[in-house]
């Protein structure tokens, strides 16, 4: 990763995102600094970036979102009922191939699922989330 690095943007809502910030530059947690002035949630993940040097080439790593995780091969009728889930949504989720889905901390009463890659992470909260972006920003500057 010598030639690579890192980037990250700011999930906002259910598709919505914001500029990309480089971790050299020490504005990269204002958006999550705002975020915990607000008293809802607005930032639901952050999506990691390496970026080349020598050709700039953008490619994305991983994401990290806020909510609750949710094994779709683990479902029954306790986690349907007691999240309200869509049975609809869950189908589709399941057949786009997706193990694993993430339950937005986003909207208070209407839910928003969406599907996790292999390498993707949820956190519970903002705290948990800030602490992984710290960790994040440590290993790139001890890597270069």
């Known amino acids: 990763m010598k030639n690579t690095t890192l980037s990250l943007f700011y999930g906002i809502g259910s598709s919505a995102k914001t500029k990309e910030y480089l971790f050299s530059n020490e504005n990269y947690l204002n958006p999550l600094e705002k975020q915990s002035l607000m008293s809802f949630p607005l930032i639901t993940s952050i999506t990691i970036r390496a970026i080349s040097k020598e050709?700039?080439?953008r490619n994305n790593l991983f994401s990290i979102y806020v909510g609750?995780?949710?094994?779709?091969h683990a479902m029954n009728d306790y986690y349907i009922s007691k999240y309200d889930l869509d049975e609809d949504e869950l189908i589709r989720l399941r057949s786009e191939g997706y193990d694993r889905v993430c339950l937005l901390n986003y909207k208070k009463y209407d839910l928003v699922m969406v599907g996790l890659n292999k390498c993707d992470k949820v956190v519970p909260d903002y705290y948990a989330l800030k602490r992984d972006i710290t960790k994040l920003k440590k290993l790139q500057s001890i890597q270069q």
């Open 68 to 72: 609750k995780e949710i094994f779709l």
């Open 55 to 57: 050709n700039k080439k």
